[in-house]
T-cell receptor, first 117, second 112 residues
């Protein structure tokens, strides 16, 4: 079975540009989360979407936005790129999350490595 | 103070050794505890997933959670060179809608 797939694998942008990262969850998973991992650190939570609605947002500026499509795939958009946005961007999927069903384990893709020049 | 603290290491052990990896946390609302393994240039791979306190064993891996001490551990028995990776602990609350809070990660090297 296919795992979480992310595209592109690598991306080089310059300051001020905009970028869109894509994620396809594991088949049957309805929840997608996005994380930023800076070299030498653990991943930091950016967003979670469940059933196409934003359910959680981390401490990131409004330059970061995301959406989830009817097929449960997701896009992360970052505007006005800064040098500090250089990182590995990870997408994770799970069956779901919330009070009714608890927090299901999250499975990660291999990420998109974003470099800002 | 970070919500989750993890010794970054690096940790270097001989093949066959028992490895102990640990995390402490400050948020008493954490109820779901995970350990992930991350190889270089790869995403985190889920190793263990536990709910609340107790022990869980899966092959050479044992996860322990002590909520009274706010302390979790991962033990690796008969360590192999293929276990060389970064190990990340992660946690979430019941109401966080799946938001994971990670430790910094511990770099482990198992040498033949």
């Amino acid at each position: 079975d296919a795992g979480v797939t992310q595209s592109p694998t690598h991306l080089i942008k310059t300051r001020g540009q905009q970028v869109t990262l894509r994620c396809s969850p594991i088949s049957g998973h309805k929840s997608v989360s996005w994380y930023q991992q800076v070299l030498g650190q653990g991943p930091q939570f950016i967003f979670q979407y469940y059933e196409k609605e934003e359910r959680g947002r981390g401490n990131f500026p409004d330059r970061f936005s995301a959406r989830q499509f009817p097929n449960y795939s997701s896009e992360l958009n970052v505007n006005a790129l800064l040098l500090g946005d250089s990182a590995l961007y990870l997408c994770a999927s799970s069956l779901g999350a919330g009070r009714a069903i608890g927090n299901q384990p999250q499975h990660f893709g291999d990420g998109t490595r974003l470099s800002i020049l | 103070q970070k919500e989750v603290e993890q010794d970054p290491g690096p940790l270097s052990v001989p093949e066959g050794a028992i490895v102990s990896l640990n995390c402490t946390y400050s948020n008493s609302a954490f109820q779901y505890f995970m350990w992930y393994r991350q190889y270089s240039r790869k995403g985190p791979e889920l190793l263990m997933y536990t709910y609340s306190s107790g022990n869980k064993e899966d092959g050479r891996f044992t996860a322990q959670v002590d909520k009274s001490s706010k302390y979790i551990s991962l033990f690796i028995r008969d360590s192999q060179p293929s276990d060389s990776a970064t190990y990340l602990c992660a946690m979430s609350t019941r109401t966080s809608y799946g938001k994971l809070t990670f430790g910094q990660g511990t770099i482990l090297t198992v040498h033949p």
